[in-house]
Every structure is written in structure tokens, then in C-alpha cells.
């Protein structure tokens, strides 16, 4: 299959060159991480035995925190991280962050405030809601639990698989 020479499409008539969004999107993936990636990570850890490389933090309400949250994730909202973080975490320490959704920006301010306090950071895009939407485990007061995945998040039998296949394994659609 070829493509033409040329585009033509108004969508490109503003493009920035192939090195710029090298470095464009090689950035975004040093700030970002997804909870497909978060969840695959915290998989393998379980699965061997290894250290995770990281603390997952979720930055919401304490409100927010007991309607759910990730399995083994430090609670710790943005508003205290400043304060708070110091005790609970050693220094340098690598954060993934987390809040409600892709609708609010409160992981990103979480995110903000662990690397003033010289942490490696990454925000998890999607937040909560996208961890719950696919399919992934959460925790609350009665325990641990899972909504069925969302078609429109989890569409995909290829890729990323996680659990037993027999049981509907979780898989990335990307």
C-alpha cells in the first residue's frame, strides 16, 4: 500500500515537522500513563514478587476515596500532599497519580505538587473513572469488587490481557 506524496487534508495544512512530535509525544509519555499500564504493572509486581518501582496515589476526596478506589493505592488529596507527603513517602520516591477522570484536572495539580517536592511523577490519564470503565478491580469498605468493562473502553480480545481468559480476561483495545 502507498500513500500519496502530498496532503491534502485541511486537518495538516498547520503540522508540526516528524521531529517535533517525536518530542512531543516521547514527553507526553515521560508525564503520562494509562490505567492499562498502571494495571499490567501492578499484575506483574503481584505475579513475581518484585518491588512495584512506585507508590499509586489517588489525590480525591475523602468522600470520593470510600465510594472506591484502586487496590493498594495510598490516599493522599492534593490539598495534603504538601504537608503530608514528606512523612509517607522517602525521598525521590517515583508517583503515579491519580484522580475522578480525563474531566478533571485534580491529578494533574497532585502531579504538580509531588514534583516540587522532587518526585518522578506520572499522572494515570483517565483517572478512576477509566480504571473502573475497564474492567479493572476496585476496593471499598465491603471489599474487593468489578463493573463489567466497557465496550467502548475494552473492545479488543488482542493485546494487553490480563486474568484468566476463561474468565473474560481484561484486554486493551489499543
Known amino acids: 500500500m502507498t500513500t500519496p506524496a502530498a496532503v491534502t487534508s485541511p486537518l495538516f495544512e ?16 515521560g508525564f503520562e500513563t494509562d490505567p492499562s499500564d498502571v494495571r499490567a504493572a ?14 499509586l496515589v489517588d489525590t480525591r ?13 495510598l490516599h493522599l488529596p492534593t490539598r495534603r500532599i504538601a504537608a ?6 522517602e525521598p525521590g ?13 485534580g491529578a494533574t495539580r497532585a502531579a504538580l ?3 516540587l517536592a522532587g518526585h518522578p511523577v ?12 475497564e474492567g479493572f478491580p476496585f476496593e471499598t469498605a465491603e471489599g474487593v469488587s468489578a463493573a463489567r468493562p466497557d465496550p467502548l473502553t475494552n473492545v479488543s480480545s488482542s493485546g494487553l490481557t490480563l486474568g484468566d481468559a476463561a474468565e473474560g480476561a481484561i484486554s486493551c483495545a489499543c
Not at 42 to 55: D, I, K, N, Q, Y
Not at 64 to 70: E, L, P
Open 14 to 29: 498547520h503540522v508540526a515537522p516528524a521531529e517535533a512530535a517525536i518530542a512531543h509525544f516521547r514527553g507526553r509519555l
Open 42 to 55: 501492578l499484575a506483574e509486581a503481584a505475579e513475581t514478587g518484585s518491588p512495584l518501582g512506585f507508590v
Open 61 to 73: 476526596s475523602d468522600a470520593a476515596w470510600v465510594q472506591g478506589h484502586v487496590p493498594g493505592a
Open 84 to 89: 503530608e507527603s514528606a512523612g509517607l513517602l
Open 93 to 105: 520516591t517515583p508517583v503515579v497519580v491519580y484522580c475522578w477522570s480525563p474531566g478533571c484536572n
Open 113 to 115: 505538587e509531588f514534583a
Open 122 to 133: 506520572k499522572e494515570m490519564i483517565g483517572g478512576f473513572e477509566y480504571w473502573v470503565r
